[in-house]
């Protein structure tokens, strides 16, 4: 055994020791916020993962079969890239491409995609002024628009309401695409009789005295259409789907991905289809790449600090994935103890729940390599047998002042703890600062080769989280690749009422990948 293993070895026996004292401690104190609770909520979790164990089959995308494929299209004076998600097959015939917009966001200046769905909500809130200069502003780009209304009605009166809103909303706007209303929210709340006289009243106002093309459709999951039968198929269907095959076959106009907010249809609506080549079809302007990345996908980071989280309504906020805090570390020079976070069980059970892509991050405070790698050995320990099926790596956070003040020390520390990571067969990255990133990287050049997430911000504001947008990302040079930029701290979220939440851009495609553990 080499002196480098025996301090290891040491170090982890005072780790273990002194865990074991915090348990038998916390045992006599009765302590709610105790070891003994932490590790009762961790067996709980692993019998829950025992008991419902997802189908983790995975749709292949059928015209690439791994890597992310980037194909330059040319818009005006500049080529940009796109990439494809590797987790979704696109139906046959689904060759055209869209995005939607909710009723409080700017669609992008440019639009890559054939055809843009204006989300528009319930007659309750009325009409969107945003929603009219989205409309608007694809009627100036030759993109064909339509609209989604995700309908609240519960009464045949309701439902002609949320209709006039239409109605006041597209008046002198022309509309190429059908206007869905999404019934997922009601399905279950009226009579079957009551809910297709709803869309059919829905449909008689909209349609009436509008010299335009656009149809009536009804959006909602296979299942809600299998309650409806035969007694809408004189409406456009559009099929929500969470990425399993539901067998379109002809059956529906459009579908629409929820995992990653990709809308396909079979009709251009009159505009030719940007990505008509075989490679690039089924693309999303989310996307898009420029000079500096990739792709940009939005995304948090999220502790106990964000207390208890409304993870539906956080996805419906266009949260595409999130990284969770693991653990943190006390210091061996205090006490040596692995701090698991009070939120993490619950936090990863939401996410597996609703399917939205995670990853881990651990916070140290270690001094040297050999406390770096019990770091690393106590993280997997705590991982081993939980089956989190990661999308996103385990990512080392650095950024106490010690770090800094050592850079060279800190590159050591990134590296023994990731090694060991990958090793036990996880992607591993490191999260720090940009100035810390290029510190290290100036130090030891092989920091460069290994995943990053770094925290750099433009501004230092509070931000809603759908006002934070690719502006936003700043120009990163001299660290080499880097896969997820955290833009800013102080993000407001609805779902999340305790306290902001940092904001993040994955710029590389991490996030879309299938899992990080090799199984």
Not at 115 to 131: A, D, H, P
Not at 178 to 205: A, G
Request: charged residues 30%; negative net charge; hydrophobic residues 30%.
């Amino acid at each position: 055994m080499s002196r480098n293993d025996e301090e290891i070895e040491l170090i982890l026996d005072q780790f273990n020791r002194k865990n074991s004292a915090t348990r038998t401690n916390n045992k006599k104190a009765g302590n709610e916020g105790s070891v003994k609770n932490l590790n009762v909520r961790e067996q709980n979790f692993r019998k829950s993962k025992n008991s419902k164990k997802k189908n983790n089959v995975k749709l292949k995308l059928k015209r690439l079969a791994a890597s992310f494929l980037a194909t330059a299209v040319i818009a005006g004076s500049g080529a940009l890239a796109y990439k494809i998600y590797t987790d979704v097959e696109i139906p046959e015939g689904f060759d055209y491409s869209g995005i939607s917009v909710s009723s409080r966001s700017n669609l992008p200046d440019e639009i890559k995609n054939d055809f843009v769905l204006i989300e528009v909500n319930s007659w309750k809130e009325g009409v969107s002024e945003k929603s009219i200069e989205n409309i608007k502003k694809c009627n100036s780009a030759g993109i064909p628009c339509g609209i989604l209304l995700n309908s609240e009605a519960l009464t045949i009166s309701e439902a002609k309401a949320d209709a006039t809103c239409i109605v006041a909303l597209i008046e002198n706007q022309k509309i190429d695409c059908p206007i869905y209303y999404n019934i997922d929210k009601i399905v279950d709340k009226v009579s079957q009789e009551d809910l297709l006289k709803m869309c059919n009243s829905f449909n008689e106002i909209c349609r009436k005295g509008n010299e335009s093309e656009y149809g009536v459709g009804i959006s909602a999951t296979a299942e809600n259409f299998e309650k409806l039968g035969e007694s809408i198929s004189h409406f456009d269907k559009m099929v929500i789907s969470d990425n399993k095959n539901v067998g379109y076959d002809g059956e529906y106009d459009m579908c629409y991905f929820t995992r990653t907010g990709q809308y396909f249809s079979s009709n251009s609506y009159g505009k030719e289809n940007v990505n008509s080549s075989e490679e690039t079809q089924g693309l999303n302007s989310d996307l898009i790449a420029t000079s500096e990345y990739d792709v940009a996908i939005k995304g948090i980071d999220v502790s106990q600090y964000q207390g208890d989280i409304d993870w539906e309504t956080v996805k419906a906020q266009g949260v595409n994935y999130a990284i969770i805090r693991f653990s943190s570390f006390s210091g061996f020079h205090e006490n040596g103890k692995l701090n698991i976070d009070d939120k993490f069980y619950e936090n990863i059970a939401e996410c597996k729940r609703l399917d939205i892509p995670f990853g881990i991050y651990c916070y140290t405070k270690a001094e040297t390599e050999a406390e770096a790698l019990a770091e690393a050995e106590a993280v997997l320990n705590r991982l081993d047998g939980l089956d989190l099926d990661m999308t996103l790596p385990i990512y080392y956070d650095i950024e106490m002042d010690k770090h800094f003040n050592d850079p060279e020390l800190s590159a050591k520390l990134c590296k023994a703890f990731c090694d060991r990571v990958k090793e036990a067969g996880y992607q591993s990255g490191i999260y720090a600062s940009y100035s810390l990133f290029k510190d290290m990287v100036n130090k030891d050049s092989s920091i460069e080769d290994y995943r990053k997430w770094v925290a750099y911000y433009k501004y230092d504001e509070k931000r809603d989280y759908n006002d934070v947008t690719e502006e936003h990302i700043p120009e990163i040079t001299g660290i080499g690749k880097y896969d997820i930029v955290q833009v800013t701290q102080y993000g407001d979220l609805t779902g999340i009422d305790e306290n902001t939440v940092d904001v993040n851009y994955d710029t590389s495609g991490v996030s879309l990948q299938t899992s990080t553990k090799v199984h």
